[in-house]
């Protein structure tokens, strides 16, 4: 089984590359993150056209996800449980394909407004960690992909391209994520690649691109019986230098 995410920062700008990028690799899902567009205006026709039907959390001009998928799935909730707002931003929405529960997350950055944005950052970490405990407790196989707007370690991100003081590297945020990875959860792509940076954003400003200087914020958690079916994980870097490009990569994972 194929599984790809993929922040496309505006579906209506990428809708032809992200339909290209499907016909060259053939994923069964394929979540994405920063649609930017009200669930009625995505062009879910296109995707059915092309074999995959769409279950779409959207949000007008910001946040919105998405998962394509072209096998049978179930839509199981459309926002993240265990947030205090009834009404949260469009960040969170969930499917099951067959025994497997799919959650792909737009995760707050942080770095907007104040403190307080900070601490949505910090309260989204923490009901996807209670989340993830209830689906551990209730045996449920899963994975949880997206957009973490967090770089776990210092080998996550360039050196340069963020300061210390930045949400995404701040010790809260990294000790956000480590409570995910120790309630048994694996990182697909940094355990088949321990080692290679793996960026999966470069902005669009200073030549970050041409310089390299990137950050890998987009990660895959596997629950454990789905973690010993990792075959391969990777971004898809060469999508970066696609024309008009979104400043996020694919992530691709394959489960056997």
Not at 177 to 186: I, V
């Amino acid at each position: 089984m194929k599984i790809a995410t993929w922040n496309v920062n505006s579906i209506r700008q990428r809708q032809s590359l992200v339909l290209d990028w499907l016909k060259r690799n053939e994923p069964d899902l394929l979540l994405l993150q920063e649609i930017k567009c009200e669930t009625h205006q995505f062009p879910t026709e296109f995707f059915l056209e092309a074999g995959y039907t769409a279950h779409v959390a959207g949000q007008k001009s910001y946040n919105g996800v998405a998962i394509l998928s072209r096998v049978p799935v179930e839509l199981r909730v459309s926002k993240l449980p265990g947030l205090r707002d009834p009404e949260p931003p469009a960040r969170y929405i969930e499917i099951a394909a067959g025994n497997l529960v799919v959650g792909n997350l737009y995760l707050p950055n942080g770095n907007s407004g104040g403190e307080t944005g900070f601490e949505n950052k910090l309260e989204f970490f923490s009901a996807l960690a209670g989340h993830a405990e209830a689906m551990l407790r209730d045996d449920t196989d899963f994975l949880l992909a997206g957009d973490y707007n967090v770089c776990p370690t210092d080998r996550d991100y360039a050196p340069g391209a963020l300061p210390p003081t930045d949400a995404l590297v701040r010790p809260e945020s990294r000790a956000a994520y480590r409570r995910l990875l120790w309630l048994g959860l694996t990182d697909a792509v940094r355990t088949l690649h321990p080692t290679d940076p793996c960026y999966t954003f470069w902005d669009y400003q200073a030549g970050a691109w041409n310089r390299d200087s990137g950050l890998r914020i987009d990660h895959a958690l596997l629950s454990p019986r789905i973690a010993q079916r990792l075959f391969s994980a990777a971004p898809d870097r060469e999508e970066r230098a696609m024309p008009q490009p979104s400043d996020h990569v694919p992530v691709l994972i394959t489960l056997s």
